[in-house]
Protein backbone atom coordinates (compact mmCIF):
# COMPACT_ATOMS: atom_id res chain seq x y z
CA UNK A 1 0.00 0.00 0.00
CA UNK A 2 3.11 2.48 0.21
CA UNK A 3 5.17 2.11 -2.97
CA UNK A 4 8.87 2.70 -1.39
CA UNK A 5 11.56 2.92 -4.74
CA UNK A 6 15.28 3.22 -3.84
CA UNK A 7 17.89 3.97 -5.71
CA UNK A 8 21.63 5.70 -6.04
CA UNK A 9 23.52 2.50 -4.69
CA UNK A 10 26.46 1.44 -7.00
CA UNK A 11 30.07 0.63 -6.26
CA UNK A 12 32.57 2.35 -4.58
CA UNK A 13 36.27 2.77 -3.59
CA UNK A 14 37.02 3.14 0.15
CA UNK A 15 36.62 6.63 0.99
CA UNK A 16 34.39 7.49 -1.03
CA UNK A 17 30.66 8.92 -1.35
CA UNK A 18 27.06 7.50 -2.25
CA UNK A 19 23.78 9.07 -1.80
CA UNK A 20 20.82 6.83 -2.12
CA UNK A 21 17.28 8.19 -2.30
CA UNK A 22 13.60 7.09 -1.51
CA UNK A 23 10.88 7.74 -3.57
CA UNK A 24 7.50 7.55 -2.14
CA UNK A 25 3.85 8.22 -4.12
CA UNK A 26 0.90 9.67 -2.86
CA UNK A 27 0.50 12.82 -0.24
CA UNK A 28 1.12 10.82 2.94
CA UNK A 29 4.44 10.35 2.98
CA UNK A 30 4.95 13.50 5.30
CA UNK A 31 3.46 11.64 8.11
CA UNK A 32 5.62 8.61 7.95
CA UNK A 33 9.11 8.12 10.11
CA UNK A 34 11.17 7.27 7.29
CA UNK A 35 14.32 4.67 8.65
CA UNK A 36 17.39 3.22 6.08
CA UNK A 37 18.31 -0.38 6.90
CA UNK A 38 21.15 -2.70 5.70
CA UNK A 39 21.57 -6.08 5.35
CA UNK A 40 25.08 -7.36 4.62
CA UNK A 41 25.59 -11.71 4.00
CA UNK A 42 25.23 -13.68 6.85
CA UNK A 43 24.12 -10.20 9.01
CA UNK A 44 21.34 -9.73 10.70
CA UNK A 45 19.42 -6.37 9.01
CA UNK A 46 20.24 -2.93 11.04
CA UNK A 47 18.56 0.19 11.36
CA UNK A 48 21.17 2.69 9.62
CA UNK A 49 19.36 5.85 10.51
CA UNK A 50 15.63 7.22 10.94
CA UNK A 51 14.29 10.57 10.65
CA UNK A 52 11.49 11.65 12.13
CA UNK A 53 7.99 12.74 10.02
CA UNK A 54 8.98 16.26 9.67
CA UNK A 55 12.92 15.99 10.12
CA UNK A 56 13.76 17.88 13.22
CA UNK A 57 14.60 13.89 14.74
CA UNK A 58 17.09 11.89 13.19
CA UNK A 59 18.92 8.81 14.82
CA UNK A 60 22.00 7.07 13.48
CA UNK A 61 23.75 4.00 14.55
CA UNK A 62 26.53 4.53 16.97
CA UNK A 63 29.34 3.37 14.40
CA UNK A 64 27.82 5.60 11.41
CA UNK A 65 27.68 8.57 13.09
CA UNK A 66 29.87 11.88 11.46
CA UNK A 67 29.76 9.44 8.36
CA UNK A 68 26.06 9.39 7.10
CA UNK A 69 23.23 12.05 6.66
CA UNK A 70 19.68 11.42 7.18
CA UNK A 71 17.25 14.03 5.07
CA UNK A 72 13.87 14.00 3.87
CA UNK A 73 12.30 16.59 1.24
CA UNK A 74 8.32 16.42 2.09
CA UNK A 75 7.86 18.58 -0.83
CA UNK A 76 9.45 15.95 -3.15
CA UNK A 77 8.32 12.78 -1.08
CA UNK A 78 11.59 11.69 -0.53
CA UNK A 79 14.10 10.31 1.68
CA UNK A 80 18.12 10.64 1.40
CA UNK A 81 20.84 8.77 2.80
CA UNK A 82 24.32 10.69 2.02
CA UNK A 83 27.25 8.27 2.39
CA UNK A 84 30.55 9.47 3.16
CA UNK A 85 34.23 8.09 4.03
CA UNK A 86 32.60 4.72 2.74
CA UNK A 87 34.64 1.20 4.26
CA UNK A 88 34.61 -1.98 3.18
CA UNK A 89 32.00 -3.26 6.56
CA UNK A 90 29.51 -0.61 4.12
CA UNK A 91 28.69 -3.05 1.89
CA UNK A 92 25.63 -3.96 1.95
CA UNK A 93 21.85 -4.22 0.23
CA UNK A 94 20.14 -0.70 2.03
CA UNK A 95 16.50 -0.33 2.35
CA UNK A 96 14.20 2.14 2.60
CA UNK A 97 11.46 1.78 5.00
CA UNK A 98 8.57 3.60 6.30
CA UNK A 99 6.34 3.50 9.82
CA UNK A 100 2.92 4.53 9.01
CA UNK A 101 1.19 3.95 12.44
CA UNK A 102 2.44 6.87 14.80
CA UNK A 103 5.08 5.48 17.24
CA UNK A 104 8.80 6.19 18.18
CA UNK A 105 10.97 6.54 14.71
CA UNK A 106 14.07 4.90 16.29
CA UNK A 107 11.04 1.66 16.82
CA UNK A 108 12.41 -0.48 14.95
CA UNK A 109 9.79 -2.91 15.16
CA UNK A 110 7.22 -0.11 13.83
CA UNK A 111 8.78 -0.21 10.09
CA UNK A 112 6.31 -2.14 7.91
CA UNK A 113 6.89 -0.99 4.27
CA UNK A 114 9.67 -1.66 2.51
CA UNK A 115 11.59 -0.84 -0.43
CA UNK A 116 12.85 -3.09 -2.80
CA UNK A 117 16.48 -2.85 -1.53
CA UNK A 118 19.90 -1.20 -3.51
CA UNK A 119 23.36 -2.67 -3.52
CA UNK A 120 26.10 -0.45 -2.15
CA UNK A 121 29.59 -2.59 -2.89
CA UNK A 122 32.42 -0.63 -1.13
CA UNK A 123 35.90 -2.09 -2.47
CA UNK A 124 39.10 -1.46 -0.57
Known amino acids: QVPLVESGGGLVQAGGSLRLSCAAS????????MGWFRQAPGKERELVAA????????YYADSLKGRFTISRDNAKNTVYLEMNSLKAEDTAVYYC?????????????????WGQGTQVTVSS
Open 51 to 58: INWSGAGT
Open 26 to 33: GRAFSRYH
Open 97 to 113: AAQVIPSSYTYIAGYNY
